[in-house]
């Protein structure tokens, strides 16, 4: 299950959409490749160790491929290719390869990769977030409001402020 935050956020460009709500996924479990390689090969006569030996292999002849200008297809999966760009120069004669920017990878799911992904994937929430402040919940974030949380008066900066009389404590 993914697992999604809602952010409020200004939006400069579109004033119109400025304080709407927008999804973000929340920090979730990191899987690594042991446990990739434990349930790719649950059903398989394949052992994770074997596995993850060949996804070794296959990381370390990937930048050779790639380098080399091909575009790299991982079966179902989708492919790998090289992207990058330069900056302009005035004439053919003043160009140099130093000019080109850093290069990154780009993986494009395959079709059928993107729909199973899409038929397994379902959202829960994780709570939201405004001005900075997380919440839990949409009911903790109401009461929060409630209680003049957010509004931006000097009687709600003031109660935000000030602590409750039983945790004051006096100057010596």
């Given at each position: 299950m993914?697992?999604?935050?809602?952010?409020?956020k200004k939006t400069r460009?579109?004033?119109?959409?400025?304080?709407l709500w927008y999804a973000e996924p929340a920090p979730g479990r990191v899987a690594d490749a042991a446990d990739v390689c434990r349930l790719a090969t649950q059903n398989l006569t394949l052992s994770p160790i074997e596995l993850r030996m060949g996804l070794d292999a296959l990381a370390a002849s990937l930048p050779t491929l790639l380098a080399s200008g091909a575009t790299v297809r991982l079966g179902d999966m989708g492919t790998l290719r090289l992207e990058y760009g330069s900056s302009g120069a005035a004439s053919p004669e003043e160009f140099h390869y130093r000019l080109i920017r850093r290069p990154r990878v780009v993986f494009r799911?395959?079709?059928?990769?993107a729909a199973a992904v899409e038929r397994a994937v379902s959202f829960e929430m994780d709570g939201l977030t405004d001005g900075g402040v997380a919440f839990a919940s949409i009911a903790d974030y109401r009461r929060w409001q409630a209680q003049g949380g957010g509004a931006d008066t000097p009687e709600s900066r003031e109660k935000t402020l000030s602590l409750p009389p039983e945790t004051q404590v006096e100057n010596p």
């Open positions: 993914a697992r999604y935050r809602l952010r409020k460009l579109n004033p119109s959409a400025d304080g799911p395959s079709r059928r990769f």
